[in-house]
């Protein structure tokens, strides 16, 4: 099946800095990738749907200019947390869609001390 | 009401047991039907697909779909210690919503 990878998969950051994770779809090209973030036992909260050469669309309630989505190739999207917070710290996951499904990645654990 | 529910567990079953686990939802709009496993620290990973209602088998998992009563669920059969993760039901029309997610282990 397809595969998506995400980088990194754990990081560890100080409050105030930024953090990029980057999201890559190995052996298709994805139009569309989809980032969710994961608090423990909670579901999956969709936070923004990522276009190829266009803007990104936000969810009610997710920060655009806290949560950068970039996704300059039909391979790659990344997504920035800006000037991130301990309530920040959080699993972040990625997906991408070739035709029908719906691929995750391995998520990134993100702590911000 | 939340769109989707689903118990959070956890459920614990000996190996060998046949395991069932549910959702129910609230948006008669869904058409579409996933249940995802999800281990410990990593990312959901496609189990089932439905369409409509109705039933899909692949292998030990059936996935069933009952649109009447807005109630899905997922069947695992000769359930292995291999099975035990979080299993999260999905739901869709235009966008994806999840379940929080079901706990299982079984056990040896």
């Known amino acids: 099946g397809a595969v998506v990878s995400q980088h990194p998969s754990w990081v560890i950051c100080k409050s105030g800095t930024s953090v990029k994770i980057e999201c890559r779809s190995l052996d298709f090209q994805a139009t569309t990738m989809f980032w969710y973030r994961q608090f423990p036992k909670q579901s999956l909260m969709l936070m923004a749907t990522s276009n190829e050469g266009s803007k990104a669309t936000y969810e009610q309630g997710v920060e655009k200019d806290k949560f950068l989505i970039n996704h300059a190739s039909l391979t790659l999207s990344t997504l920035t947390v800006t000037s991130a917070h301990p309530e920040d710290s959080s699993f972040y996951i990625c997906?991408?869609?070739?035709?029908?499904?719906?691929?995750f990645g391995p998520g990134t654990r993100l702590t911000v001390t | 009401q939340k769109e989707v529910e689903q118990d959070p567990g956890p459920l614990s079953v000996p190996e060998g047991a046949i395991v069932s686990l549910n959702c129910t939802y609230s948006?008669?709009?869904?058409?579409?039907f996933m249940w995802y496993r999800q281990y410990s620290r990593k990312g959901p990973e496609l189990l089932m697909y439905?369409?409509?209602?109705g039933n899909k088998e692949d292998g030990r998992f059936t996935a069933q779909v009952d649109k009447s009563s807005k109630y899905i669920s997922l069947f695992i059969r000769d359930s292995q210690p291999s099975d035990s993760a979080t299993y999260l039901c999905?739901?869709?029309?235009?966008?994806?919503?999840f379940g929080k997610g079901t706990r299982l282990h079984i056990l040896p």
């Open positions: 948006n008669s709009a869904f058409q579409y």
């Open positions: 997906s991408a869609i070739d035709s029908v499904e719906q691929y």
């Open positions: 999905a739901m869709s029309d235009d966008k994806i919503i």
């Open positions: 439905t369409y409509s209602s």
